[in-house]
């Protein structure tokens, strides 16, 4: 080869490096365009409470607000128009009290303090039983107990539902608590009373329906036992 060829061959090579580099920049810059011009959306607690039809969807990401969105409209943004039926769903209810929740998922535990911030109550937030102990020990020796404590049934890592609620029975044979669980087929959950549950809240949580169980037991004259 001789030394023309070679400095044609090197000055290709490095025009395709080049042509890549240059490339690459301007795929970034697309994709950072579209990514301003098409925000992913957000919800806030005060934006859940907006409508009437709310559940908040649990992910490993993400905590998801779908009012009357079919999944397709969702993405496009469009809304569907209601049924009469839809029209007739109860508002959440606004209350007063104090509310400890357990729920070992971050995002979901967060939302769920945020949204009853929102409808009056005062929140406590614990991530497993232990915590749910100690919190409902302090509250209670200051005499400021909590009028609800919200349990999530299953808990990857410390002390869970079942045992949570033995130990505040023994703590206080009034507690008023509600078992929360994604799993219907569960023992706790179909004979909640048995283990000195008040009502059972699934997930994912209704705000309508959520807001109406925690206001009728707080409304109990007496703990769950009775």
């Given at each position: 080869?001789?030394i ?8 290709g ?28 959306p ?16 649990s ?19 469009k ?10 769903k ?113 997930k ?23």
């Amino acid at each position: 080869m001789n030394i023309i060829a070679f400095f044609s061959l090197l000055g290709g090579i490095i025009a395709f490096i080049l042509g890549i580099l240059v490339y690459k920049k301007f795929l970034k810059n697309t994709l950072e365009i579209t990514a301003l011009q098409n925000p992913i959306p957000t919800f806030s607690a005060a934006a859940i409470m907006d409508g009437s039809d709310e559940t908040i969807v649990s992910t490993n990401q993400a905590v998801i607000k779908l009012l009357d969105f079919k999944e397709d409209e969702l993405i496009g943004c469009k809304h569907t128009q209601t049924s009469d039926k839809e029209k007739t769903k109860k508002d959440p209810i606004i209350g007063t009290g104090n509310i400890l929740i357990m729920e070992d998922d971050d995002v979901i535990r967060e939302a769920l303090g945020e949204i009853l911030t929102h409808l009056g109550y005062q929140i406590e937030l614990a991530k497993n039983g232990e915590e749910t102990i100690a919190l409902y020990k302090a509250a209670k020796s200051v005499g400021q107990s909590f009028d609800v404590v919200i349990i999530d049934l299953t808990i990857r890592c410390g002390m869970g539902g079942k045992e949570a609620i033995e130990q505040l029975l023994e703590i206080d044979p009034n507690v008023k608590a509600l078992v929360s669980s994604a799993y219907s087929i569960d023992p706790v959950i179909s004979d909640y009373k048995r283990y000195g549950f008040c009502g059972v809240v699934t997930k994912p949580y209704n705000i309508s329906e959520l807001s109406e169980i925690i206001y009728e037991t707080i409304e109990r004259k007496d703990g769950c036992m009775s």
